[in-house]
């Protein structure tokens, strides 16, 4: 699309164009990275310029042209289709996604070493809205509740970040029902992003929509993984997480350190292959 059609389309279509080309920009700097190129050297190999592909990485919107030229540059497949979203796939079986599994069991597994109860795939339903949360944990003496979102990659930040804010508003209520507490003393939300290239590119991209959506430190979190949950407030933290750290590597890290950071694997195909040879 043009710049002159873009600049007179609808806002609909404006998004959906956003979206598509957002994710487009993703996925080639994923390749491009695992490749251990530079923007110069996909430019050269696909003959097109250095900043077309600043401008892409970027999300901007790349003509069919250029996208065969990069997927071609990068030995990818190149694939477009006209999905009906009223025939949209249902939630990912964790059994499937290896790694998403993998995020929530290192979680659960260090929570419950702690002593700390743990639930997995948490339904809740709030009149209209209703989900599964990925991670929940509570201390009952405490009245403190713990919940995270595991993302390995953000394919659509608002339809991430809408479901995320119903789980933030009605998902503690739904628990403490369940666990036999009225109001919890302190809440600790967060979004546990995997801790890769692809995620980092797009923490970097979108900056200030992250730090809107989870404008607070890691300081609750710290607490929740050294045992101690914090005894009152209301907290919402990204951080980005590695399931196979151990040693004296850091498990995870903030939102600030994450803009800064090098990524741990290159990409979610990289680390579900690492899991499956471990498996």
């Given amino acids: 699309m043009s710049p002159r059609k873009i600049a007179h389309a609808s806002p609909k279509v404006l998004s959906e164009v956003g979206r598509v080309a957002t994710t487009f920009g993703v996925r080639v700097r994923d390749a491009r990275i695992g490749r251990g190129w530079t923007v110069l050297e996909l430019a050269t190999r696909a003959s097109v310029s250095a900043d077309a592909i600043y401008r892409i990485e970027a999300g901007a919107p790349a003509s069919t042209e250029m996208a065969v030229r990069l997927a ?102 739904a628990i403490g029902l369940r666990v036999g507490v009225r109001d919890w003393a302190s809440e600790t939300h967060g979004i546990a992003a995997l801790w890769s290239a692809e995620v980092l590119h797009a923490l970097r991209l979108r900056t200030e929509s992250f730090r809107a959506l989870c404008p607070d430190d890691a300081t609750a979190v710290d607490g929740w993984w050294s045992g101690t949950p914090p005894a009152r407030g209301r907290t919402s933290t990204l951080i980005v997480l590695d399931p196979l750290a151990s040693g004296r590597l850091r498990r995870y890290t903030d939102l600030d350190h994450a803009l800064v950071a090098r990524p741990r694997h290159r990409g979610y195909a990289d680390l579900a292959a690492l899991l499956d040879r471990a498996a």
């Fill in 72 to 173: 071609i540059a990068l030995d990818r497949r190149l694939e477009m289709d006209l999905a009906d979203p009223r025939r949209r796939a249902g939630r990912v079986s964790l059994a499937v996604d290896v790694v998403h599994s993998a995020m929530g069991e290192f979680e659960a597994a260090h929570m419950r070493r702690l002593g700390i109860q743990v639930g997995i795939d948490e339904p809740y339903q709030h009149y209209q809205f209703a989900g599964r949360a990925d991670l929940v944990a509570w201390d009952l003496d405490r009245r403190a509740l713990l919940h995270i979102e595991n993302r390995t990659r953000f394919p659509d930040f608002q339809e991430m970040a809408g479901a995320y804010n119903a789980k933030r508003a009605y998902l503690a209520a």
